[in-house]
C-alpha cells in the first residue's frame, strides 16, 4: 500500500530518502507512509469415499475429506501510520509475522433407494467448511496499542437432506425435488475492536436453514426441453451476534432473516437443439 498527501510531506516525516524516489519515480508528493504485505496460503487435501450396495436397490455411500492448511501474514512498514502522525521517522520494522495452522475433516454419508431404473429416493448427511485466514489489520492496529485477533478459524456446516427423482412417461417427464436443514456455525463475520478504528474477521454467530427444491423437465419432442424449478429458503439467525460485530455496524438477534437471502425464487429454461446441415 503507497499512500501519498495532496501537498508535499514535511522532510522530517520522510524516511531514507522514499519520498524522493517518490518524486522522481513521477508522483506528485513524496511517500508518507507505505506497507509490504506478503499473504500466502498453502493448502493440502485429501479425500475418499466407498459406495456399498448393502441390498440389491439399496446402496450407502460413505466419505470423507481431510484438509490442512497453512496461513501466512507478513508485514514490514519502512514508515507506519503511528510513526506519520507522530512526527517520527523509526527505522523499518515488521508489524505482522502471524503463521495460522488450520485442518479439518468433512464428512459424506448418504443411503439411496432405487425402486426401479426410473424412480429412487435419497437421503444424505454431508459436512463442509471454508478456511479462515489472517487479519491483515493486526498490523495498523498494533501500531496504536490495539489487539485485535490475528487470525480467523474456518467456519463449518451440517446439511441434512432427502429427496426423490423420477424419469415417467418413458423418460419425456423427470421430476427432481428435496428438502434440507442446515446448521451453520463458527460463522465467519466483520468485526470492530472496541474503539470502533480496526475491522476484523472473526468466528462468530450460528445460522439455521430450512428449504426445499423442486424442478421438472420435460422433453415433449426430439430436440426440444423445457424446465422449470422453484426454491424456498428460510435463512434465520439461532442467536444474537456477538457485540464486536454489533459495534461494526451490522445489526443481528436470534430469530432474523440472513440478508440477501430469497425466501422464494424461480427459474424457467427453454431450449431446442436442431442440426444445422
Known sequence: ????????????????????????????????????????????????????????????????????????NHALAPQDIGDWFAGIVTTPHVTQDDVVKQHKVSYNFALRYEFDRDISVYARVASGYRIGGANKSESAAKNFGITIPGAYEPDSLWNYEGGIKASLLDR??????????????????????????????????????????????????????????????????????????????VIGFKGDQLPRIAKWSFNVLGEYDAPVT
Open 1 to 72: 500500500m503507497l499512500l501519498t498527501s495532496a501537498t508535499p510531506a514535511r522532510p522530517s516525516y520522510l524516511h531514507g530518502g522514499d519520498g524522493v524516489q517518490c518524486i522522481a519515480d513521477g508522483a506528485s508528493s513524496a511517500l508518507e507512509f507505505a506497507t509490504h504485505l506478503n499473504h500466502q496460503v498453502d493448502q493440502y487435501a485429501v479425500y475418499g469415499q466407498a459406495d456399498w450396495t448393502i441390498l440389491p436397490k439399496l446402496t450407502a455411500t460413505v466419505g470423507a475429506r481431510y484438509f490442512r492448511a497453512k496461513v501466512t
Open 172 to 249: 419425456k417427464l423427470f421430476l427432481d425435488w428435496s428438502v434440507y436443514y442446515i446448521d451453520w456455525s463458527n460463522q465467519q463475520l466483520r468485526g470492530t475492536d472496541p474503539t470502533g478504528a480496526f475491522s476484523h474477521t472473526i468466528n462468530a454467530g450460528k445460522t439455521h436453514v430450512k428449504g426445499s427444491e423442486a424442478r421438472i423437465t420435460v422433453t415433449p419432442a426430439t430436440g426440444l426441453s423445457l424446465a422449470g424449478g422453484v426454491t424456498y429458503t428460510d435463512a434465520t439467525l439461532a442467536q444474537n451476534l456477538p457485540a464486536a460485530v454489533l459495534a461494526g455496524g
